[in-house]
């Protein structure tokens, strides 16, 4: 199970970060992504963790903006947003899997969090 926690209302150029907890398995065997639904749009990849932690991928849109670090000791890993943009403003979700995948399509994804809703707005 993952639970995302974090959203929020936040002003343009603003910084959030979003947790995902994950219970009944441990993320030292999953990779973790995070995706993002704006209304009216389909979900969108935006950044992912290898199980090690050693390798992590970045939309273009988040990329030099968003961080992905994980803390496998407390089963959780994060999405560390700066910079952010009225553009940014979606429900973020988090989802994890096990084994060798493309991290970046998200028919991958086992297991999805329920979602946190973040807006970007003046």
Known sequence: QLQAFGGGLVQPGG???????VSGFTLDYYTI???RQAP????EWVSC????GGTTYYSDSA???FTIPKDNA???AYLQMNSLKPEDTAVYYCAAYAGLRFCGEKNNYDYWGQGTKVTVSS
């Open 74 to 76: 407390k089963n959780t």
């Open 49 to 52: 963790i290898s199980s090690s």
């Open 15 to 21: 910084s959030l970060r979003l947790s995902c907890v």
């Open 33 to 35: 992504g995070w995706f």
């Open 40 to 43: 009216g749009k389909e979900r």
């Open 63 to 65: 990329k030099g903006r």
